[in-house]
C-alpha cells in the first residue's frame, strides 16, 4: 500500500522561507509522478510543482516559479518542497500525492488524476 506523510509545516513571517518534506513507501517500481499541492479555506486545491521521479523533470505553478523548488531523495524515498521568499497569499494545507508518471506531463494538473494524498501539513505566512 502506497502511503504518503508530510511534515515541516508551520507559520512564518513574510520573506521568510520552509522547507517540507514527504516520505513516500509502498512503490513497487521506480517511475511515477510526484507533486505538491495546497489548498486555502474557501479555495480550490491547486497544483503547486511536480517532479517526476525517473527523469527528475519539474514543474511549477507561475505563482511559485522562481520561489519553491521541488526535489527528491531516490535513495531515502523523500520529497521535498523548499519554499522561499513567502507570501501572505501562500497560506495554505499543502498536501504531497502520487500518480502514474505521465500525469507529471499533463497541465493543468487535475487533482483527480493522483490516486494517493498525504494528510497535509499547515503553511501560514503572516505579513
Known amino acids: 500500500q502506497v502511503q504518503l506523510v508530510e511534515s515541516g509545516g508551520g507559520s512564518v513571517q513574510a520573506g521568510g522561507s520552509l522547507r517540507l518534506s514527504c516520505a513516500v513507501s509502498?512503490?513497487?517500481?521506480?517511475?511515477?509522478?510526484l507533486a505538491w499541492f495546497r489548498q486555502a479555506p474557501g479555495k480550490e486545491r491547486e497544483g503547486v510543482a511536480t517532479?517526476?521521479?525517473?527523469?527528475?523533470?519539474?514543474s511549477y505553478a507561475d505563482s511559485v516559479k522562481g520561489r519553491f523548488t521541488v526535489s527528491q531523495d531516490n535513495a531515502k524515498n523523500m520529497l521535498y518542497l523548499q519554499m522561499n521568499s513567502l507570501k501572505p497569499e501562500d497560506t495554505a494545507m499543502y498536501y504531497c500525492?502520487?500518480?502514474?508518471?505521465?500525469?507529471?506531463?499533463?497541465?493543468?494538473?487535475?487533482?483527480?488524476?493522483?490516486?494517493?494524498w498525504g494528510q497535509g501539513t499547515q503553511v501560514t505566512v503572516s505579513s
Open positions: 500525492a502520487s500518480a502514474d508518471a505521465w500525469v507529471c506531463f499533463r497541465s493543468p494538473l487535475q487533482p483527480a488524476d493522483f490516486s494517493y
Open positions: 509502498g512503490y513497487a517500481y521506480k517511475n511515477y509522478c
Open positions: 517532479i517526476d521521479t525517473l527523469g527528475d523533470t519539474t
